[in-house]
Nanobody, 116 residues
Framework: QVQLVESGGGLVQPGGSLRLSCAASGIIFSRYTMDWYRQVPGKQREWVAIISSGSSFTDYVASVKGRFTISRDNAKNTVSLQMNSLKPEDTAVYYC?????????WGQGTQVTVSS
């Protein structure tokens, strides 16, 4: 069975940092493009960041550029999202996604709350 499990969420003050991780099992991880998304209740899920299978390409939604960094460790089957200079508008449930040409898998999400 395929599993993607996010961890690292929590409560942080504005300006603080969190590092999210997503551990994958049941797939050949190194073949998959990995993305992070986030969702606020009542709104559409928003794409946040992408990293290619070999880490040669990354990209981010404009609102997090310069603050967030996506990375992956194919030996550990994990993808991470380092979030710095957090803002209240970053509050959301964060999800990781693994995608290849023919399939796509999602984790269950981890809550990030940025509040003073």
């Amino acid at each position: 069975q395929v599993q993607l499990v996010e961890s690292g969420g929590g409560l942080v003050q504005p300006g603080g940092s969190l590092r999210l991780s997503c551990a994958a099992s049941g797939i050949i991880f190194s073949r998959y493009t990995m993305d992070w998304y986030r969702q606020v209740p009542g709104k559409q899920r928003e794409w946040v960041a992408i990293i290619s299978s070999g880490s040669s390409f990354t990209d981010y939604v404009a609102s997090v550029k310069g603050r967030f960094t996506i990375s992956r460790d194919n030996a550990k089957n994990t993808v991470s999202l380092q979030m710095n200079s957090l803002k209240p508008e970053d509050t959301a449930v964060y999800y990781c996604k693994a995608s290849a040409l023919r399939d796509e898998y999602w984790g269950q999400g981890t809550q990030v709350t940025v509040s003073s």
